[in-house]
């Protein structure tokens, strides 16, 4: 599978973004897909998953500001992200997760200013 993230941008602190990750393949193939970001200097971190099965699970430092979603029949998953801050700066990774490794795309730079 091939991923394809978009929509990162530069941003001021509060304002809102929208991801979006098009996978290549029918991203019911994987029982989940998910969202990771990595900022300067630090490991990367989860953010969000989204379960074939249907639930979605979202990282306790952006609860409440980020949601998941996905659309099975674009093959679509999106990271809504609200209320941004300065701290969700990070390159954001979208993530096809396979039972024991996952596939990932190439990063989307999100920037929030103060």
């Known amino acids: 599978v091939q991923l394809q993230a978009s929509g990162g941008g530069w941003v001021q602190v509060g304002e809102s973004l929208r991801l979006s990750c098009e996978a290549s393949?029918?991203?019911?193939?994987?029982?989940?897909m998910g969202w990771y970001r990595q900022a300067p200097g630090l490991q990367r971190e989860w953010v969000a998953t989204?379960?074939?099965?249907?639930?979605?699970n979202v990282a306790d430092s952006v609860k409440d500001r980020f949601d998941i979603s996905r659309d099975n029949a674009k093959n679509m998953v999106y990271l809504q992200m609200n209320s941004l801050r300065p701290e969700d700066t990070a390159v954001y990774y979208c993530?096809?997760?396979?039972?024991?490794?996952?596939?990932w795309g190439q990063g989307t730079q999100v920037t929030v200013s103060s």
């Open positions: 993530t096809a997760m396979k039972r024991t490794s996952n596939v």
């Open positions: 393949e029918s991203i019911l193939n994987f029982p989940g």
């Open positions: 989204t379960l074939r099965a249907g639930a979605s």
